[in-house]
């Protein structure tokens, strides 16, 4: 069992940045692939990004190529999702995910965290 905790979340304006974190405790966190998703009112949940256990490989949805960007911190237990360039558009409720994927541009979610809220004011 992984148990996942987003935080960062909040109000930012268009044009500005946000860094969301997704943390655990437990000492296998490393063995799993981490993305990110959203979802925003009326919206279905929808893919952000992606990060290999490795840390070597990245994937994003066009919505955020050039402004987000995912990393981890093995030692920290922690992955982060650096917003920049906000847009109201990214407003929604940010979940952060594990799975046992190898291949991020296929990345299956096993674990989930309880969200955090991101709003971006025009």
């Known amino acids: 069992q992984v148990q996942l905790v987003e935080s960062g979340g909040g109000l930012a304006q268009a044009g500005g940045s946000l860094r969301l974190s997704c943390a655990t405790s437990?000492?296998?966190?490393?063995?799993?692939?981490v993305a990110w998703f959203r979802q925003a009112p009326g919206k279905e949940r929808e893919f952000v990004a992606a990060?290999?256990?490795?840390?070597?490989?990245?994937y994003y949805a066009e919505s955020a190529k050039g402004r987000f960007t995912i990393s981890r911190d093995k030692d920290k237990n922690t992955v982060y999702l650096q917003m920049n360039s906000l847009k109201p558009e990214d407003t929604a409720v940010y979940y952060c995910?594990?799975?046992?994927?190898?291949?991020?541009?296929?990345?299956?979610?096993?674990?989930w965290g309880q969200g955090t809220q991101v709003t971006v004011s025009s």
């Open positions: 990060i290999r256990r490795s840390g070597d490989s990245t």
């Open positions: 995910s594990a799975g046992a994927s190898t291949v991020v541009a296929t990345f299956t979610p096993a674990y």
């Open positions: 437990g000492r296998t966190f490393s063995m799993y692939s």
